[in-house]
Structure formats: C-alpha cells, structure tokens
C-alpha cells in the first residue's frame, strides 16, 4: 500500500516512484504527515525545511514525467543533522549561541544531496556542538528513543538516528567525532556508517575536532547507507583534509562473499564491564560469520584503555580553539546587557553555552596552556600515534575488527546527565577508530531483555569501507535484526 512506503527502503521508495505509484511530492506528504504524528513523543527535529524538500521533489517528479534519468537516492527523504549548513535555513548546532543563526551557504554535503535530488526534510537535533553521548545536552530539546520513549536515543547525532528509527525520513546524516553516527545507530537498532577520515567533505560542518569530524550517513539497512555514503563522498577542494582519490562504487560491495575473510575481535573490548545481553549477541554475530565462512580470530588493541582520556584531551583542546568564534560579534546570539568589548565577549559565551561546552572549553584551554601542553596535549598526540600503530598492527593479520559499539544498549534518560566520566565511557568502543582516523559502522545484532536494540561495530582499515559494507551486508542477509519501532 502506498501509506505504507515511508517504512520502507529507500529502493522500494525508488522503484514505486520510478512505477509511477506514488510522486516524489506524495512521498513528502506521508512523511510530513508521520512527523506531525510522532513529533510530539519522539522530538527529533529542530526545525523542518519543507519549502527546500519540496522544491527538490518538485525536480525528482519532472524527470520522472520526462522520462530522464534518476539519481539512485532521488527523491528518498533525509534527515540533516542540525550542525550542517544548509543556505538559508537555520543551522543551530543545537545551541543557543547559534539559535537565530541562518547559513549563507550550503555544506558540500548539502550540494551534493541537490545533485542527487534527495529532499532535506529538517535539521534534526543533536548534543551541543555535537558534546555528548544521548542527546541530553541540546540546548533545545531531548530527543527521546522511538523504541522507548524513557530511553535516550544515543548521542551525538540522536535526532538524526530518532528521525530513521522513527520513519519520520528514511535516512539521514550525521557527524561522528568519538562515535556520534555510530552510538545512536546502535540505540535505535539502524546502520550508520562513520567513513575513512577525508572520504567526505567537512566544508560546511560547524566544527568540533576537526582531526576527528567525519560525515555520515544513517539508513535502515546496509544497502540504503552504503548508497548515500557514495552520494556523499569525494575530493572537495574546500576541505584541505580531503582525500583526492576515487570513490568506490559501494553498491558492487554488497554481496555475501565472505568466505575467507579474516575477523578479529577485539578482546579489550569484549570484557567484564559489557552488559550480558550486548555481549552474548556479538558472541552469536561471531558464530555467525563463522557459519558464512569468514574466519574469526582474538585480537589486541593494547593501549585501548588510554584512548579515552586521549580523545578527551585532543577533543576538547580542537574544541577549545575552534568555538572561539563565537564572540556574539560575527554571528549568532549577542548578551543584550554588556558595558565593554570584553565583557560583552564574556557575557554572550557565558550565556550561549551550555554547562556541556563550557566544561569542555576549559578542559581544553588548560589543556593547551604553556606549562601544560607537553604533559597533556603533546603526550596525547603520542598517544594518538601509538594507538594507531596499534590498529596498523592487527590489520597486517586481519581484513576487519569487530566489537560491541557499546557496552550497554539505550540507558534511561536522565540517568547518566549529572556524571559526565559515566557518559564518556561510553564512547570506549567507537572513539579509537577517530583517533586511527579508520572507517567504522555499527549494524543491529540483537535485543536485550528490554526490547532494546544491541549495535555490532564492524572497523575497517583506512579506505576499508568496502569490504566493511560487504561484511555488515552479509551479516544483514543472514540474520534479521533490522526492525521497525513500534510507535
Ligand atoms: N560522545 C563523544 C563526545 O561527547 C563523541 C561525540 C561525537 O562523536 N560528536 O565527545
């Protein structure tokens, strides 16, 4: 049935558009009519750009009616994580800094969603400036996880994962920094891809870290992630830490031959502080992909237990520096009450910023002060390196690594906000694949006792994605964990 698309794949979306079954214009209207429905509970959004959506399905129902060629993802709707640019249309970062604050420009991503005809339907909510692990720190509001509405949906990018889980757009892009896609695709039972480092444009993505930002995207399966990911990714002359290579023709990756192929899971992160349910799916997953023919071997990663207090220290101190544009005088919010320059600068960064980022600020700048920068920035740095000889190692001997994206499934929000450390330790299974700068996904793999969905991390070498797509495809093929929200 036609009302029934908006829960489908983006491919059974193109093949009834392409069958005339239903216009790129009426695929909006279900999908505006399931975000008025489900917006209220869920709060996904921060702001809806139908005028932009429409505009481009306008387009998507002319070629069709001339018969011309279609962009694979034409006409497929998308969620935009609110920390893109997109011309004319707010992008917030989810603060109050940024609350008025309207793009002149559009990200590359942006651009290239255009070419490819794939209508933006809103800018989804996200932790401040992309700070956090559930979405809780947004200045505007929480976004909750459309498979309980107590839970939260992961972070930072959780609107953009509630918005897919959800059905209110069939996909959606996100920006991972510590494992931002990755950590609320797993909460909300979806696949998120965080690409090579480069692979795609960071033009137009209000920075955080800017050595470890990448785009990606969020789809309910395999195929439909692996699809946006090609319409997103390429050498952008904008970015100067673009990859000026040729980009892969993901969809020729999803097949099942993976006979043969080396796995390793990574014993660090498969320990005692792993919830029993997380931990007896990734142990099936292995069996899985065993019963497939991959080969499945233990590995190391022996300075994992240093990465978290690394990403923190770099993070913050790139977060330091890179937020020290927001002064209430280029853009943005402005303290309306300030006597001088300076306690105007001080006014609008005490009153735009949340407790999230200011903390952060200030670890940062300590981080980075004379006195401070060799015991703590410098030795992070050659930390950094030492945790990525450590992945260079286990690559020699495998094609993939495989482990938990997170130790636990969705937690109860509210439960973790007062405790920072409690939140970052979350990020322990997905932050060392920024810091190696290596490609990483996360795919649904089970359900704890709670009906919560389990995430199973796939990493890949630098430029790995194919065969990481090939891997997380076979897996979805012979296994059935992909399921919609009941809202
Ligand atoms: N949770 C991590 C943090 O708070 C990662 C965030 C991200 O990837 N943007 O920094």
């Given at each position: 049935m036609k009302d029934d698309l908006i829960f489908k794949t983006a491919s059974a979306q193109r093949k009834a558009l392409l069958a005339k079954e239903i216009s790129a214009k009426e695929l909006l209207d279900l999908t505006y009519e399931r975000i008025e429905k489900t917006e209220p509970q869920?709060?996904?959004?921060?702001?809806?750009t139908k005028e932009l959506a429409y505009e481009t399905a306008k387009c998507v129902d002319e070629k069709i009616s001339k018969g011309e060629n279609l962009p694979l993802l034409a006409g497929v709707p998308l969620a935009l994580k609110d920390n893109m640019c997109a011309k004319n249309s707010f992008t917030t970062a989810s603060s109050k800094i940024l609350a008025n604050f309207k793009s002149p420009y559009n990200a590359t991503v942006v651009e290239k969603l255009n070419e490819n005809l794939i209508p933006i339907v809103g800018k989804a909510n996200l932790d401040e400036f992309a700070m956090g692990s559930s979405t809780e720190n947004s200045a505007t509001k929480t976004t909750k996880n459309?498979?309980?509405?107590?839970?939260v949906p992961g972070g930072s990018s959780g609107g953009s994962a509630a918005a897919v889980a959800a059905c209110q757009s069939t996909l959606a892009l996100g920006s991972d920094t510590g494992g931002s896609i990755r950590l609320p695709a797993s909460f909300c039972g979806i696949v998120g891809i965080k690409p090579t480092y480069g692979r795609v444009s960071r033009y137009g993505l209000i920075a955080f870290a800017s050595s470890l930002d990448q785009i990606g995207p969020f789809a309910r399966n395999v195929e439909d992630a692996a699809l946006l990911l090609g319409a997103i990714a390429g050498h952008d002359k904008n970015d100067q830490t673009s990859i000026d290579l040729p980009v892969a023709?993901?969809?020729?990756?999803?097949?099942?031959?993976?006979?043969g192929l080396k796995i390793g899971f990574v014993k660090e992160l498969l320990s005692e502080g792993t919830q029993p349910e997380v931990k007896a799916a990734i142990e099936a997953a292995l069996k899985s992909y065993e019963a497939m023919g991959a080969e499945i071997v233990e590995v190391s990663?022996?300075?994992?237990?240093?990465s978290i207090g690394v990403y923190y220290i770099l993070a913050t101190a790139e977060a330091s520096s890179n937020l020290a544009r927001f002064d209430g005088v280029k853009y943005g919010y402005r303290t309306q009450?300030?006597?001088?320059l300076i306690e105007m600068y001080k006014k609008t960064r005490a009153e735009g910023f949340g407790d999230e980022v200011k903390r952060r600020i200030m670890l940062g700048t300590y981080a980075l002060s004379s006195g401070y920068y060799d015991a703590y920035y410098k030795k992070a740095q050659q930390l950094r390196t030492i945790i990525k000889n450590d992945f260079d190692k286990v690559f020699e001997k495998v094609d993939l690594m495989v482990t938990?994206?997170?130790?636990?499934?969705a937690f109860d929000i509210g439960s973790k906000s007062s405790d920072p450390l409690a939140m970052y330790l979350m990020d322990i299974c997905t932050i060392t694949s920024n810091l190696a700068g290596v490609p990483a996904m996360s795919i649904p793999c089970g359900f704890d006792n709670d009906g919560m969905p389990i995430g199973l991390q796939l990493i890949a070498p630098i430029l790995g994605e194919e065969t990481m797509i090939k891997a997380a495809y076979s897996f979805e093929q012979a296994n059935d964990f992909n399921k919609i929200a009941k809202l």
């Open positions: 869920v709060e996904s959004f921060n702001s809806l459309p498979w309980n509405l107590n839970k023709d993901y969809s020729k990756a999803l097949n099942t031959d993976v006979k990663i022996p300075h994992v237990k240093y009450e300030a006597e001088s938990p994206t997170c130790p636990t499934t």
